[in-house]
């Protein structure tokens, strides 16, 4: 007997969409922003992968290393890493008894910690959920992301392989590309350091080798304070386009001056106008010029949305070199080192562009056209370090997952070569300009749309929005299905 039952119509739970976000990259973006979604409750039993090759999540790039000689640029009480509660990382120092064991932190009567123990708090932040099985660490490197049946699939390179509803990229900082010159001639030379990243490479450097460092900015004068304190005592060259040094932190605390969102400006040299204003202002009041960077830095974002894009090329062309200067400060340990090392004749600074390269037995010539006037002047030096920071306009080319998105036309390069091109919810543009509603980009390599996007405090009120956009994903798609039961 044939036996015919009805489908009967049944309504059953509301189903998240989303049941799994994929954040490509565990340094301090990735890591904050797995940590919000994991605080929000609503991935149980679902999950939160982050692929990231390193051992600990949060520290990344930035400041997963274990140099003691390290430190954080900006003073703990100004990191400001936790959404919500920003002074978590000056409590956390003195509660975990890292800072007592830190005599050397304290300097301009404030807490500059080492970069290690900023990493340790990142890990504490995020490793309860770990051991909750809420957020899945995977320790690869991605390096596949593709679309298959409506939704991603990211594969790394030790065989992980699954599917995702959202990608949120949070690869960081790409490594630097060294100037032709050097790549041409050095390649393949042992006294070539093309990326000091990881200090312990220094450590092949005798105390008495001169050094020549291309780069004149903090990862150069990491390089110098790493140098220094593994007792390295011979000279240090620091060449670079303009010969500026970064400007130290000032002492003390101070409020942030000027207000830039009144009129906010609409061109690069009205921008460059009202910072002298302002300049001017604090000079006459007794402060501290930091503090006119410190507004600019609070609002930057609202200037940077104002500017037009050609705007934005020309501060990029025309000011960026003295902006950073004054905005990515050195600490006052570092300043000290600095400035004892000139008085001593031990560390010299050279403005100028590398027109040759010979790579001889016992030193390397290095020609230099200086400036202003092009006068070449030659350095010798037992080895060379490459200290021009990330090249955020290559970051595509640098990583295979991100090629492979922009080939199949997911991703695009920042118009302005800072990186990836998103839209101002973070969301990756696709070839036709669209943005892709299910791939973010978070951190440093958003900073084409955002401008102020690099350092902690900022990164942290991206990640909370990118959280809050992807909790409302799941609440906004969420269906209510119907199944038929037979
Ligand atoms: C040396 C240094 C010091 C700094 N110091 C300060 C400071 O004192 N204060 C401050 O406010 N800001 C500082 N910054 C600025 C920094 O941009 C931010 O603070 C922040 O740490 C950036 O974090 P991130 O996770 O985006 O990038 P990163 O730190 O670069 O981390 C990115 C992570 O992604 C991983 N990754 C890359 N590609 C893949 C892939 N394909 N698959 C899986 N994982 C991948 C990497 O292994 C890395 O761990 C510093 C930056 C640097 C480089």
Redo the contacts with the bound molecule.
């Keep these: 007997m044939l036996r015919i039952t009805l489908p009967l119509q049944k309504q059953v739970t509301p189903v998240p969409t989303i049941s799994r976000v994929a954040i ?9 922003i797995a940590r919000l979604l994991a605080l929000h409750g609503q991935y149980w039993p679902h999950e939160i992968v ?5 051992a600990d ?1 949060g ?7 274990n140099d003691p000689s ?5 003073a703990a009480h ?2 400001r ?1 936790v959404p919500g509660d920003p002074q978590a990382f000056l409590r956390w120092l003195s509660n975990s008894g890292r800072l007592g064991r830190d005599p050397g932190a304290m300097a301009n009567g404030a807490i500059y910690a080492r ?1 290690a123990d ?1 990493a340790a708090f990142m890990a504490g932040q995020i490793q309860p959920f770990i051991d909750d099985g809420i957020v899945r660490h ?1 320790r ?4 596949r992301i593709c679309r298959r049946h409506g939704r991603w699939q990211i594969e ?2 030790g065989g992980a392989a699954l599917q995702a509803d959202v990608v949120v990229i ?5 490594p630097p590309t060294p100037p032709g010159e050097l790549a041409s001639h050095l390649s393949v030379d042992h006294r070539f350091m093309p990326d000091p ?1 990881r200090p312990e490479a220094l450590s092949a450097i005798r105390r008495d080798d001169k050094v020549l460092v291309v780069g004149a900015g ?2 150069a004068l ?1 390089a110098l304070g790493a140098l220094r304190a593994r007792g390295h005592r011979a000279e240090i060259t620091l060449v670079s386009r303009t010969g500026y040094l970064p400007q130290p932190q000032a002492a003390g605390d101070f409020a942030p001056h000027g207000d830039f969102l009144i009129g906010v400006p609409n061109t690069a040299l009205s921008l460059l106008e009202r910072v002298r204003f302002a300049l001017r202002e604090v000079t006459e009041a007794g402060l501290p010029w930091q503090s006119v960077f410190e507004a600019l830095r609070h609002q930057g974002q609202a200037i940077w949305r104002a500017l037009p894009l050609l705007e934005q090329r020309r501060v990029l062309r025309h000011l960026r070199r003295r902006f950073e200067a004054h905005r ?1 400060r050195m ?1 006052p340990q570092i300043a000290e080192l600095v400035e004892r090392d000139r008085i001593a004749g031990r560390l010299k600074t050279c403005a100028g562009r590398i027109v040759a390269v010979r790579p001889g037995r016992a030193e390397i010539a290095i020609d230099i056209a200086t400036k202003p006037h092009g006068t070449v002047e030659r350095h010798a030096a037992q080895w060379v370090i490459v200290a021009t ?2 090249d955020h306009g290559n970051v595509i080319g640098s ?4 090629a492979e998105l922009e080939s199949l036309g997911l991703l695009t390069k920042d118009p302005r070569g800072l990186g990836i091109a998103c839209d101002h919810d973070s969301r990756a543009l696709a070839r036709d300009g669209y943005p892709v509603e299910d791939l973010f980009v ?4 958003a900073r084409g749309a955002f401008g102020e ?7 942290a009120a991206q990640a909370e929005r990118i959280a809050q956009q992807i909790l409302a994903m799941s609440v906004a798609t969420t269906r209510t299905i119907t199944i038929r039961s037979m």
């Design positions: 490509i990259g565990g340094g301090f973006t990735g890591a904050t982050i692929f990231e090759p390193r999540l520290g990344g790039l930035a400041y997963d290393t390290l430190r954080l640029n900006v100004r990191m890493a970069r900023f995977v690869e490197r991605a390096e790394g390179d949070a690869t960081g900082h790409p990243s903090l990862t990491d990515y600490p920071g990330p990583q295979s997952c991100l978070a951190g440093p390599l996007l690099t350092g902690v405090p900022e990164i």
